[in-house]
């Protein structure tokens, strides 16, 4: 399975912003789950927001909860994150990840998901 995050970009304290990712490589999405993850300098990745192919059902970090909306299309094997009202703090490398046949209990957990994209990164300034 292969990944590939786009739409970052330099945007203003209080903007929106809208990420996608392309899955590609598998016949079949159902029984995967596809996450954001998101690296700021100097600070560990951590768990954004989730989607369970099947069904749809999302889950997000308190973080972002409210501000961020995940959501796929099913036909283009797409995942996108809408990012409102962003923060400084959410200046980050945001990676989407995959893995299949995740349980509920470590979904958000970065070392779960085994294929990656190569990360967009987005920069929130005052």
């Known amino acids: 399975v292969q990944l590939q995050a786009s739409g970052g970009g330099l945007v203003q304290s209080g903007a929106s912003l809208r990420l996608s990712c392309v899955v590609s490589?598998?016949?079949?999405?159902?029984?995967?789950?596809v996450n954001w993850f998101r690296q700021a300098p100097g600070k560990e990745r951590e768990f954004v927001a989730g989607?369970?192919?099947?069904?749809?059902?999302?889950y997000y970090a308190d973080s972002v909860a409210g501000r961020f909306t995940m959501f796929r299309d099913i036909a283009k094997n797409m995942v996108y994150l809408q990012m409102n009202n962003l923060k400084i703090e959410d200046t980050a490398v945001y990676y989407c990840?995959?893995?299949?046949?995740?349980?509920?209990?470590?979904?958000?957990?970065?070392?779960?998901?085994?294929?990656w994209g190569q990360g967009t990164l987005v920069t929130v300034s005052s």
């Open positions: 989607i369970k192919w099947s069904g749809g059902t999302t």
């Open positions: 990840a995959a893995a299949y046949g995740v349980i509920s209990t470590t979904r958000r957990r970065a070392d779960v998901y085994n294929n």
């Open positions: 490589g598998a016949r079949t999405l159902h029984g995967y789950h």
